[in-house]
């Protein structure tokens, strides 16, 4: 079977970058569409490791690598060039460990995947933090500058926020070199938008946009629980989810999404 390769190479990588490629080229999928974002990414990362592995040879001289690229090569589609200007590339960036430099990573591979040199626009989650904590503008700098210095170097055109309210995002507004353009409200919170944050954003032309995205998207343990369903006998407990990509690509014109998916990055924690 192919996961024994799969799995070989899996125990002797430092590094699993994983892109589903375009998701509506693969149709809902076997069973029914999912019904959450948590369903969807689970799915997917699920079947592109799936696939992935029954593709990998036994050949035990092959190459190991300590960054492995997991990707189902036909279901990856490069933009062309001379459409580029027709469409709009967003993102929404899930960060899963604490570590502010994944931004980079994430829309470095985001721009390669696509054939892009810039994405139109990113939108970062909150970052996960302690219980018993309350996000600050002091924990979410770091995570910020990374954006800001992406947009100095035209990698991303505007970027976006998640889930402040009306106080964060004026502190966060204040301080930063490069505005906010949006920020996301999830309705599951709040049915109607708060007024202040309306205000608040109308005054200084910031986009209120909804979202039903849950607070975590793919936790550590259900990562390790895909895992285990696609490769037999991998690991899973030594491999730990950095940050999650998800992306569209939009017809300006049309507003119809002509492509989605998802790229991940996780790292192998051998201790």
Known sequence: MGTEGARALLERAGTLNLQTGNLLSWGCGRKKC?????????????KTLTEWSSKVGQDQN??????????????????NPEERDELKVSAKLFIVGSYSSSIRDAVDMAC??????????????PPPIEDGTSLSLEYLQPYWQE??????????????TSDLDKTLLEQLYVWAQVKPSSNQVN??????????LTAFAKQFDIQL?????????????SFQE?????????????WIPLWILRYSVI????????????IMQAKRNAS
Not at 147 to 159: D, H, M, S, W, Y
Not at 187 to 196: E, I, R
Request: charged share 25%.
């Open 34 to 46: 999912p019904s959450t974002p948590s369903e969807e990414v689970r799915d997917s990362i699920q």
């Open 209 to 221: 946009l909804t979202h039903n995205d849950p607070k975590e998207l793919l936790c550590e343990a």
């Open 147 to 160: 954006l800001e210095t992406l947009v100095e170097n035209k990698k991303i055109v505007a970027i976006g």
């Open 226 to 238: 895909v895992l285990r369903e696609s490769i037999q006998n991998i690991k899973a407990h030594e």
């Open 251 to 262: 017809v300006k014109s049309r507003g119809i999404i002509k492509s989605k998916g998802y």
């Open 62 to 79: 092959q190459e190991i690598v300590d960054v492995l690229e997991c990707t189902v090569a036909q279901a990856v589609e490069k933009m």
């Open 187 to 196: 309705l599951a919170s709040c049915c109607v938008m708060p007024p202040d």
């Open 112 to 125: 390669s995947s696509l054939g892009v040199a810039q994405l139109d626009s990113v939108i970062i989650a």
